[in-house]
Structures are given as C-alpha cells and as structure tokens.
C-alpha cells in the first residue's frame, strides 16, 4: 500500500518525467517551454516531498515565475521557429549520442541501485526540524555565515550579468564592420 | 489530508468553498463594481433585475453560457483554450494558502454511531509553513495565461497585449516582493498563522532603543511598523492585477482589448474570475500583513470565543469553536471586501498611466522606495534592538 | 506532506472546472456557418496589413531579462529578512546588515546603471 | 511479476533515479536539438535535475547545505539563461537563425 | 579579536572600494577627485597596517597578527581559510606596499591631471593596492596565487594603459603571456607542496617540514616544489629567462612603473620564497639555483643597463639587476638581508621611478636622455631627490642602499651557502650599477644642456615633489635599521632581533658561516671603494671629457654592439636555434631525403594528412558535437571511475 508521501513522490515524478520528455520532443519550442513550466512546478512538488518547502517555493518564483516567462516571452517575441529541423542530422553522431547517454544513464542507474538501495526510506525528521520555518531559519543561517563569500560573489554576478545582458542587447552590429 | 473519512471530507469540502467564495464573489464584486461606478458618476446602474439588481449577474453568466462558442482562425486550440484555464488557476491556489480564519479544534463527539476523534481544522486550503513564499510563488504564474491567450489567438493585438501585460506583470512583482521584505524582518517569519498571532492584542507595542514602549488606543498592526512596505505593496499590487489606473495591457485605444481581444462568452469571464481572484489575494494579503488578518480590532481572540459560547449562541463546545471562526472569517471578509473597495474607488477616480509612465513608476520609483524601506526597516530593527 | 496532497486535489479541481465551464459554453452557444470575415484576427475592423512577424520592441524582453536579475537579489533578501531578528538578538547584527549592506549596494549599482544606461526607458 | 512491496516505499534511490532521467532527458536534448533556445531549456532541465539529487541528500544528510547550494544553482541558472538568451536574441536579430548549427560561421 | 578583524577588513577592502568608486565612473575626466579618493583608499590601508603591525611591537608583543574571515574551500582533504596573517615578514612588506603606495598615488595625481582617463587608472591602480595586499597578507598559498594573478593582470591593464598605440598593448600583452609561464610553475609549485604536506597554509607547511631533513639531491620532492615556486619567481621577478617582459613594461604610465614595477609586485617572488624559507633550506640545490640565476640576471641586466638611452629603460634594467641582488641574498640563505634590501629597492627606486616620471612631464613625455642634460637648474627639487637615490643605488653611506648591498655582499662571502665568485659577481655588479646610474645623473641632470629649444622644462607641482621628498628622506634613513653588526661594535641590529623568530638560520648540515671583522671591513672597502671608482669614471666620460664614450665605443665596437642590442638574445634565438635548424635539414634534403626517406615521407606525410583532416573534423564549431564529445568523456570517466 502506498503511502500518500510515496504516491506523490510517483505522481510527481512521472509527472515531471512525461514533460520533461515533452520539452525534448516537442517540434514547436513554444511548447517545449510550457512543458518546462510543468516540469518546473512538478520539481517543485518534488522538493515539497522532501520537505524543503522554502527551496520550492523559490523554485517557483525563480525557474517557474522568471526564468521561463522569459523563454516563452523571448519565443513570443521574435517567434523563433523558423522551418528548420527538429534535431540534429547524422546517423553516426545520433547514434554515439544515443549510445554515451545511455550509457551514462545504465552506469548511473547501476550505481545508485548497488550503493543506495539498501537504504529503503528516510529516516523521519525530529518534530522540532519539521517546522519550514526552523528548516529556513537554518538554510539562512549558514547561508549567511558559512557560504557568506559565495552570497557577496553572486551578488558581484548578478550585477555582471545585468550590466552584460544590457549591452548584449544592444549590440546591433558585429564585430565586421565595413571595411 | 487526513486519518479518517470525515477528516479528508472536510478538507476536501473546504477546498471546493474556498473556489466557490471566489467565484462566488466575483458576481457581487462585478455588481458593486457596476453600482459603486454607477454611484460614483451619478447614475443608477444595473437595478432591474431582483432586488437592487443582485440577479443581473445571474443572468449575465447565463448569457455568457449561450454566446456563441469562437475559435480564431489561426489560433492554437490548446493555448487559447487553455489561457482561461491557467487564468483561474494562480489566483485560487494563492487565496487557499491564505487562512481565511482562526483554526479551531473540534472534541471527539459521536456521529452516525462512530466516535469521530479530536480533530484540528485550519480555515485555509493547506498550510505548507512557508505561506508568503509559496504564495508568491503561486502567483507568479499568472504571466502565463495572458501569454497563452495573446499567443493562442495568433492576433496582433492580443500578442502586444499579452507582452504588454506580462512585462507589466514582472516590473511590478519586484516592489510587490521587495516591499514585504520589511514587514517579513519585523515579524520574523514567513508563517501566516505567526505573522497574525504577532499582531493580535491591543496596545502598539514596539522597542524604542532596548525600552519597550505602547500606544494603548492602536491596535498592534503591521501597518504602524512598516506603512511606507504597506503603501508600495498596495500600489504595486493594483499593477500586479492590470488594474487602473494600470489596465494598459487592455488600453482599447491602442490595443483593442488587449490580450483577450479574441476571447468571448464565459471564456472571457473566466479571465475576469482570475483578475478578481487576484485582487482578492492581494487584499488578503493586506489584511494580513498590515491589518491583522482575521483577528478583530479592540477585542480580544479570546473573549470572541467566551462571547460565543457565553452568550448561548451555541452550546456544545464543537460548535462554538466552529462558530468563533466563522466569526473571524466574516471579519476577515469584511477587511478583504474594504481593500476591495478601495481598488473599485480607484479604478473610477484615477486616470489610466501612459505605458512608460507606467514602466518608469514600477522600476525608478516603486522599486527604489521598496528597497529603501528595506534597508530602513533594517537599520531600525538592528539599531533599535540595543538600548543606547 | 497532506498539504501538497490538499495542494495537487485543488489544483485538479481548478482544472476540472475550469475545462468543465469551457466545454459547456462552447457546447452550449449556438452554432452559425463559419464566416471568414469573422473569423479574421480582430484589428477594429481594418484588414491586417502586417504579417504576424512584424516587429516587436526588444525592449520586452529586456525587462524580462532585468527582472529575472533583480527577482533573485529579492529572493535572496527573504532567507536574510527572516533571520535577521534572530542575528541581531545574538550580538551580530553589524554583521548580517553589512553582509547584506554590500548585496544592496551591488544591487543599487546595478539599478543605478541600468536607469543611467536607459535600458528602462520606454519613451524612446 | 512478484514484485519487493519494499521497492516501492519511496527512499533515495529513487530520487536519485528521477534526477538521473531527468538528467539525460536534458542531456539528450541539449544533443540533439537544432534550436539554441530549446538547448538552452534542456540546460536548464539538467540543472533541476542536479537540483532534485541536492536536495534528495541534503534531506538524506538532515543538513541545510544542500539546499543553499540548489539555491546557488537556481541563481546561476537563472544567470546562464539571462546571458544565454540575450546571446541567441542579439544572433536572431543580425542573422535570422536560431539554429545551432549556425553559430558555426560566428567563428573569425 | 573583533577589532583586529575589522581592521584586517578595512585594510583590505579600502583599496577595493576605491576601486569600485572609480571604476564605476570610469568615464570621468575628473583627475583630482579620483585621485584624491584613490589615495585616501590607500592610505587608509596604511593606517589600518600600522596600527595592525603597532601590535607586533612593545611589551606584550604578539608574534603575529592574524584573522580569518570565513571557509574558502572545504573540498576532500584540501582545506583552505580565507585568513590574513601580519606576522615580522609581511608586516614590512605592508608597510611598504601601502606607504610607498600612498606616495605613488599622490604623485599619480599630478602626474594623471591632464590624461584622458584618469577614474580608470586610479581604479586599475586600487585594483592592484587590493590585489597586492591579498598576495601579502594571504595565510596561504592559494590566496597568495589570487593576488599573484590579480596583480598580474592589473599590470597587465596598466602596462597596456595607453592601449591605442599598438606597441604598448603589445608590451601589456608580453608581460602577461612572460608571466602566465611562470605562474604556470607556481602553481605547479603549489600542488606539489599540498601532495608533500596535504595543506597550503604557510605556518602548517613549516610546522611540518621534515626536521633535519635536508635534500641533498636534485630530485627530491622538496627541491622540485622549490624550483617550481623558483620558476613562478622568475616570471613575476623578471629573473633569467623570463626577465624579457619588465623593460618592455616601461609602456606604463611611469607611476606605475614606480610602484608596479620597481617597488611591488616584482618583489612578490623574493616575498615568496622569504615566506617560505624554512623550506628552502631544506632544499640546498634549488637555493643553489636561486643564487646563481640571481647573481647572474644582477650582472647581466647591470651590464645592459650601461647602454640604453631611454631613461626608464636604464631604470628597468636597474631594476632587474637588483632584483637579482635580491634573489643572491636569498639564494645564499640571507632571507633577512633579501627583505631588507626589498625595503630599501623600494624607497629609493620609487623615487627614481618618479624622477624619472617628474622628468618626463617636464620634458613633455621625452624619455630619451639624450635630449636631455643640464636639467639641474631647471629641476631643482627632482634633482635634489634624483641625487639622493643616485647616493643610495650606488651605495654611498649612510644611505639605504649600501646598508642593504652591503649585507647582502658580505652574507654572499661568509654564507656556507655563498660562494667567492657570487661575491666577485656582486661587487662587479655594483660598480656597474654605480657606473650606470652616474652615467644616468650626467646625462640627465649635469653637464651641458641638449634640450631642444621648443621644450621648456618646468618643476612639477608640489603634489609630485612632496612624494619625491619623503621618499628622499626614507632613501636616506631607511638603512639605518639593518647597520651592519661591525659597525655596532658586535652588537645585533635591529633587523636582525625582528627576523629573529621568522627567518630560519641556515642549517649546521650545511657548513659554518666565516667570523671574521677584519675580512668584513675589507670587503665594505672593496666594494665601495670600487663604486666611487665607477662612478667617478662615469663623471669623467660623460661630463668631463664627453667624447670619450664615443671612441670607446668605436673601439670595443664588438662588445659595445653586442651590449647595446642586449646581448642579441631575439637575434640568439633566431641565429642558434632556428636558423642552424633550417641549414642543417636543407643539408640533409640534399643528400638523405631525396634518395631514402622520401618515399617514407611520402607514406608517413599522407598518414599524418589523413590524422589530420580526422581530427579537423573533430573541430567543426558545432557546439553540439562538442556536447557529444563532453558526454562521451563523461561515460568514459564515470566507467573509469566505477569500474
């Protein structure tokens, strides 16, 4: 019998597998970015399971809420599905392609299965650790004084970027000019 | 949910009441609309049908339900079949995380010949802990039903007004989620339960350089600690809902109808439940980061109970409890239909803003302000918790 | 772990209705022959001269991408908004306001540049 | 089939399982599609990918830094798709071609 | 301690945020405020160091000032702190970093006022204080290699500052591309030392040297990590073989030249290996190298210095050769006399650096000596100044520099690890040094006066001399720290009693160390007497008898040739290596090829072809098929690894 937290962690996994296919598969990108959307918020769910709720509602601020309104505004915008194909060409490159992520994901799949199935669940949390809110109150914490350089370094990025994406934006000729 | 049948019901039916409310609402939010515009420009307003004209919106939504079913051209089926979906999904998944109540506690009692064990019911569709959070996180993805209308419809205008709309939507999420930064330091949590029990009870209590002080005749509200957070998250929420004076996205000048040009019959009212939905969420969040959530002014949580179960409302201490909080739900309701108001009163006052005007008051004035009411707050919360 | 149950079940019901109430009006109204001028995309009554990829300011998705930029300065002031108090009561709230002090500032460059840049500039 | 009924109470393994799938969906898109916007998605289907294993162990190792590394890999991700997109819109603009392949005569 | 944690802060933060200030209005013509701000930044870092190193002296002393910030990186076994230590080694280097740095700012003030872009060099030249600090203050080796880095690339941005001449960006690029070779073996240098002993930190690395463990051999684990940190010196220090890129970087502004290219970063290899010493001695071989490459840049790049006529270029070469110096004294165990003469290479070749730099405003950015002479009367204060490091390079007492030549001299005769020919190479160098720069004196300021008539020479504002004037007076008082123990009566000096705890005496495995006054006394004598020799031959040749420079150079032609074009080392590398190369395989085609390994060839070109055009096609610019090959590898490990 399946527990309502396993049968969640099921719904939500398939889920967010089924569209995460769908971003790779579908033609037109508008829908590989609405399929992102949901896998976003599936992934969400998922950290929800695992008790990091902070974590999934940051998820759907930053991926769900921004990062893919910009994909989707960005495909609005300049309606960037111009005939061309789909995927990429070449029996051999497909091939090796196919053939290292299977690979990959068999040797992933192998090792997961022969280092933790033995361990069959979580063990459950202490009733004081279970309060979001204390969970939080501990990402804060060493966010703020063991990862203290990493945050002021994002911050450095984030000003890098903005001015970057800016005057990327900007540029309107290339690098050739008339000569 | 629950451990036992009767537990899952119950939450189950709380669920399906709390879209009904706003779904329900919106009717009467259209009348008043209607009537306090009517009031406001001297004119009478819908008046006809029932009494005051309360069943005009009855028969609105049956017209609504026998107007003739349109499918543009070239549009995409699935969006633009799915945008009034995605319209009324954000704003109710943002208002159920929201308690709409004190929780109560219910005894075991016997019913249908079973004993039914203690249960403890809040009045909110699930509490993850983390409320604010998630419901900002919730109501982000209201961007997406405006893109998938205006790119569903495959129309010029509905596509500048979806972008339009969108691009509106993100500009002002950022005062919105920067000016609660203030009132989340002076709480101290993202719980909405902590949030409102910290602003219950009557004198203002606050610490002036490690003394406490009180103001006995002011309730101990958010909005005396953080009334500049308080004005930019009401301002920036009116632009958050593409409400005047910051309906640009439906400029019908510029932009025709904006992103639901194309849109008809009950697939257009269904943008409108999520507009008020949102309108809703945002009074909901007032009430409760600056107005005290559910709990009444002046008057104690407790003495509502003993006034309920004194006073021979009810007797068995099940339904007091049950009653008490629909006492504070009411009362809840009361404040979010006041924000209400004030949102119709504005539409009918204010002019609408030009698009960069609009732009401009989002990122070089709202933002700045929300960020200097931050770094204020936290310069206040950190210098005044010292005594000098 | 109820709640993200409660959570999904809403989330189903919103969908459910709101799929139910799209097919009763489309199955309810009534249904005349398909008129081309109808049918066309609505611009007030004028044919459509431009085609759909007609140009659209770049400066939409400029915002957007400001916005992502600056939603996770935001996101990363709500972990520090909630244990601020909690630093300040401990003897270091010096600390954590000049932590956060420097994030702000970077923050305010980064605005100030960008309103200086005019990249926020719609009236152009 | 007889199946374990303990293989299917829900523990690590079976979020790392998720993260790796999800994690060569992603993968396999990033290698296979033509169109950079697309690529620049599954990027971001691996990053969340990477981020369910994070947090699968940081609830596993009942600590917090896992979590504040999947916020770090949220803000860089958000940072890569920022700069990625105004790559690929700056490229559309001039040239009118989204396609990978294209961006092999940006060279010199 | 709190308070020493928010020194250590504004110490280094200062600088950083005068950087940001100016690089944010980095388009800004206004000279004097970002000047003024730049210098305030540094010399708040002043401030903080002296109070810092104030807590190094007393009664209750401390051995050494230290704080730690946060965890850098917690990765397996390597544990790094971002923690800043001031102990008797960094704490001079502090000091002078900052002092001289306030004073080189200032001076840039002037100097800067009428250039184009003074915000961003102020913000360049703040970058470098901030980066400089980190590479001294740095607990460890990593964070020592981030300002290693940073400061190369700010003297990259400053050397190609002028970067619209092309022959300047083309310097910049030099020094950055000399460097990059000899950071390459710095940090191979590091990761054989955390292999050796599992940490980076500095004070760990010593506290667990082997004891007594001395390598004799070449190829010891100890003596491959020295020559490795050696090669990373060599390139920052510009040593042999890397010394190339330093005349070149005279392309700077002249400032910089002054506080990046004389006073600083160039001493950050001689920094290095004094932090390091403990572990050097272990190493007597690679000590052996440090000498002998020392002793012979100091010589070769002295000798070079005798012909060139831009007056940078001869205090570049200056440079070189007495960083060599520095490199002999710690190649011969005397870490101490290195430091010290560190110091004292600062104040008094800063202050060259800005004569000079006071010179070319004044002559309108002409930088050749022949067009200049007689300057005195026009630059009274440069003059002055300019005289008094003239007295100190050449190592005239009482001023800073013989005090420092001097002990660096007698360690190299008395050391068990010196040698009579480095001390012969020494006292050579010196008198060329004094011939050189008293070539530079008549040429510049004495003699008659060949300034073209359209030039007017005018004194620099006080903004410019007042830099000039303190470091005058430090040329002139700095020695007095390390006055040699003879002269004492016997007694130790005070430099000696500060090194005391820090820098490790050279083991008794290694020899005995000479005693002798007598011996002492003669070798000051010799050396100095040789000195005011050349210096008064130089007189002679260029302001009495100004002809005779030319017929001699006429009659060593070779030699004089040979030294003008610097040793034709470009030409060398052409002529030896790659011309010889092409004779001898023409030789071979004539009479092999054609008959026996053509057809070979032929086989073996086509084989290399079709390598060729296979592993072209690994390259084609798609990003995707780069993805597969990242994929594969990624497989490929992972089975590795799993295996």
Not at chain 1, 13 to 36: K, Q
Not at chain 2, 10 to 29: G, H, W
Not at chain 3, 6 to 14: C, S
Not at chain 4, 51 to 68: D, L
Request: hydrophobic share 55%; aromatic share 14%.
């Amino acid at each position: 019998m399946l527990s309502s937290a396993d049968f969640l962690f099921y719904f939500l996994g398939l889920v967010s597998l089924v569209f995460g296919l769908g971003v790779v598969l579908f033609r037109n990108p508008i829908y590989s970015a609405l399929c992102l959307v949901i896998t976003m918020i599936s992934v969400a769910g998922i950290f929800g399971t695992l008790d990091a709720w902070f974590i999934a509602g940051v998820q759907l601020i930053v991926y769900a809420g921004a990062v893919t309104v910009l994909f989707v505004m960005v495909l609005m915008l300049f309606d960037l599905k111009h005939e061309m194909k789909t995927f990429s060409k070449g029996v051999i490159g497909n091939g090796v392609k196919l053939a290292a992520s299977g690979v990959l994901l068999g040797m992933l799949g192998t090792y997961i299965w022969a280092t933790y199935a033995t361990e069959p669940t979580f063990k459950p949390l202490p009733a004081a650790a279970t309060s979001s809110i204390k969970a939080t109150k501990d990402l804060a914490t060493s966010l703020f004084t063991t990862y203290i350089f990493s945050f002021e370094v994002i911050g450095i990025l984030l000003l890098v970027i903005a001015v970057g994406a800016v005057t990327l934006s900007r540029i309107t000729g290339g690098t050739h000019h008339a000569d | 949910m629950g451990k036992d049948v009767f537990e899952i019901v119950v939450n189950c039916v709380k669920m399906l009441l709390i879209f009904l409310v706003m779904v329900q609402l919106v009717p009467i939010l259209v009348w008043l609309e209607r009537r306090v515009s009517a009031f406001m420009q001297n004119r009478f307003g819908p008046n006809r049908v029932g009494p005051l004209g309360l069943i005009q919106l009855l028969a609105d939504a049956v017209k609504f339900l026998f107007k003739e079913p349109f499918f543009p051209e070239k549009g995409m089926a699935v969006m633009y079949y799915g945008a009034p979906i995605m319209a009324l999904i954000p704003g109710a998944l943002a208002l159920a995380a929201i308690p709409l109540g004190a929780p109560f506690h219910l005894e075991q009692f016997t019913w249908l010949g079973r004993e039914w064990g203690p249960y403890d019911f809040i009045m909110q569709g699930y509490d993850f802990g983390v409320g604010i959070v998630i419901v900002l996180g919730v109501s982000s993805l209201g961007a997406y039903s405006l893109l998938m209308a205006g790119w569903g419809s495959s129309n010029k205008y509905s596509l500048l007004g979806a972008l339009r709309a969108s691009a509106q939507m993100v500009s002002y999420e950022l005062a919105l989620g920067l000016s609660l930064v203030g009132i989340l330091m002076v709480f101290n949590t993202f719980s909405f339960y902590d949030i409102i029990a910290q602003q219950t009870g009557m004198p203002l209590t606050f610490n002036f350089f490690g003394k406490v002080h009180s103001i006995a005749w002011l309730p101990n509200w958010g909005i005396f600690f953080n009334p500049l957070g308080a004005l930019i998250f009401f301002c920036a929420s009116f632009a958050e809902t593409n409400r005047l004076p910051f309906d640009l996205p439906e400029a019908e000048g510029e932009l025709v109808a904006g992103f639901h040009t194309e849109y008809g019959g009950f697939a257009l009212l269904m943008f409108y439940i999520g507009e008020y939905g949102h309108m809703m969420v945002a009074s909901a969040l007032m009430a409760t980061f600056y107005f005290g959530g559910y709990t009444i002014p002046y008057v104690a949580n407790e003495s509502v109970a003993n006034w309920v179960s004194s006073g021979g409302l009810a007797t068995h201490p099940n339904w007091a409890a049950f009653l008490t909080s629909l006492i504070f739900f009411l009362v809840f309701l009361l404040k979010v239909f006041l924000f209400l108001l004030i949102y119709i009163w504005v539409r009918w006052t204010l002019p609408r803003f030009r698009y960069d005007q609009l732009m401009d008051l989002g990122w070089k004035t709202m933002l700045p302000w929300a960020l200097f009411n931050t770094v204020l707050t936290a310069v206040w919360l950190a210098f005044s918790h010292r005594p000098v | 772990m109820s709640a993200l149950l409660a959570f999904l079940i809403f989330v189903g019901i919103l969908a459910g209705f709101g799929a139910f109430l799209i097919i009763l009006s489309s199955s309810l109204g009534p249904r005349p022959k398909p008129n081309p001028a109808k049918n066309m995309p609505y611009e007030s009554g004028v044919a459509g001269t431009e085609t759909a990829e007609s140009r659209v300011s770049v400066k939409f998705y400029l915002t957007a991408i400001l916005f992502i930029i600056f939603d996770i300065e935001i996101i990363f002031m709500y972990p520090w908004a909630l244990s601020f108090m909690d630093f300040v009561k401990s003897g270091q709230g010096m600390y954590i306001l000049g932590a956060m002090g420097i994030f702000i500032f970077l923050f305010v460059v980064g605005l100030i540049w960008e309103v200086k840049s005019k990249a926020l500039d719609w009236n152009r | 089939m007889p199946i374990n009924p303990e293989a299917w109470k829900v523990g690590l393994d079976h979020y790392l399982y998720l993260s790796s799938l999800l994690f060569i969906f992603g993968m396999l898109g990033v290698l296979m599609r033509r169109n950079v916007i697309v690529i620049l998605m599954c990027i971001e289907l691996m990053l969340n990918a990477v981020n369910i294993s994070f947090i699968a162990f940081s609830r596993y190792a009942e600590s917090t830094n896992g979590q504040v590394m999947v916020f770090f890999v949220m803000t860089i991700a958000a940072a890569e798709a920022a700069v990625g997109l105004a790559l690929a819109v700056t490229v559309f603009k001039k040239f009118k071609e989204v396609n990978i392949r294209f961006f092999e005569h940006l060279k010199g | 301690m709190m308070s020493n944690q928010i020194l250590f802060a504004i110490l280094l933060l200062a600088p950083f945020v005068g950087f940001m200030f100016n690089g944010i209005r980095w388009k800004s013509h206004n000279a004097t405020l970002a000047g003024v701000v730049a210098t305030f930044a540094v010399f708040v870092s002043f401030v903080c160091s002296l109070l810092l190193v104030s807590q190094l002296f007393g009664a209750n002393a401390v051995p050494s000032v230290g704080t730690r910030f946060f965890e850098w990186m917690n990765v397996g076994g390597l544990q790094v702190q971002a923690g800043f230590v001031i102990d008797h080694i960094s704490a001079i280097m502090v000091l002078v970093v900052t002092g001289v740095g306030t004073l080189i700012h200032m001076f840039s003030i002037g100097y800067m006022s009428h250039d184009e872009r003074p915000s961003k060099y102020f913000a360049y030249l703040n970058f470098f204080l901030f980066n400089m600090l980190l590479l001294i203050l740095g607990e460890n080796l990593l964070l020592m290699f981030v300002g290693w880095e940073g400061v190369g690339l700010c003297s990259y941005l400053l050397i190609g500052f002028w970067f619209t001449d092309s022959e300047k960006a083309a310097a910049g690029m030099k020094a950055f591309i000399t460097n990059r070779i000899g950071d390459a073996g710095f940090l191979l240098g590091i990761f054989t030392l955390f292999f050796l002993f599992g940490t980076v930190n500095f004070s760990e690395i010593i506290a667990r040297l082997p004891a007594g463990g001395i390598e004799m051999g070449w190829t010891g684990p100890m003596t491959v990590a020295c020559l490795f940190l050696f090669v990373g010196a060599t390139g920052k220090s510009a040593q042999i073989p890397l010394y190339v890129w330093l005349p070149d970087a005279m392309a700077g502004p002249t400032p910089v030249s002054a506080l990046i290219h004389a006073a600083t970063m160039v001493t950050a290899g001689v920094y290095m290996i004094v932090r390091l010493n403990p572990l050097f001695l272990m190493a007597p071989n690679a000590l052996h190298v440090v000498a002998v490459v020392g002793a012979a840049t100091a010589f070769f790049a002295a000798t070079i210095g005798l012909t060139q006529w831009d007056i940078k270029k001869i205090l570049a070469y200056s440079t070189v050769s007495q960083l060599g110096y520095m490199f002999l004294a710690c190649g011969v165990g005397a870490f101490g006399a290195g430091l010290f003469h560190v110091m004292t290479h600062a104040f008094f070749k800063a202050l060259m650096f800005l004569g000079s730099g006071s010179v070319i405003h004044a002559m309108h950015e002409e930088q050749d000596v022949r067009k200049m002479g007689g300057l005195r009367k026009y630059l009274p204060i440069t003059h002055a100044t300019f005289f008094i490091g003239w007295l100190a390079i050449i190592g005239i007492p009482p001023f800073a520099g013989f005090f420092s030549k001097d002990e660096i001299l007698w360690q190299t005769a008395s050391s068990p690890l010196g040698h009579k020919a480095l001390w012969v190479v020494g006292v050579l160098t010196a008198g060329i040094t004094s011939f050189y720069m008293t070539r530079l004196m008549c040429l510049t300021f004495w003699g008659k006066s060949r300034v073209p008539k359209e030039t007017h020479p005018h004194e620099a504002p006080p903004v410019m001399w007042i830099p000039l004037a303190v470091l005058a007076v430090l040329s002139t008082v700095g020695g007095w720290i390390g006055i040699p123990k003879v002269m004492l009566g016997g007694e130790d000096n005070w430099l000696e009693r500060w090194f005391h705890h820090v820098i490790a005496p050279v083991p008794e495995a290694l020899g005995h160390a000479v005693h002798s006054h007598a011996l002492e006394w003669a070798a000051m004598g010799v050396s100095l007497s040789f000195a005011v020799i050349m210096a008064c031959l130089a007189y002679t040749f260029y302001v009495s008898n100004p002809s005779l420079p030319g017929r001699l150079a006429q009659k060593f032609h070779g030699t004089y040739r040979l030294i003008y074009n610097k040793y034709f080392v470009d030409e060398f590398y052409f002529a030896r290596i790659i011309n010889p190369l092409i004779d001898a395989s023409k030789g071979l085609w004539a009479y092999v090829d054609v008959n026996f390994i053509d057809r070979t060839t032929y086989v073996l070109g086509d084989v290399v072809r079709g390598v060729g055009s296979t592993a072209k096609s690994f390259q084609t610019g798609n990003l995707q098929q780069y993805a597969m090959y990242i994929a594969v590898g990624l497989a490929v490990t992972m089975f590795l690894i799993l295996r």
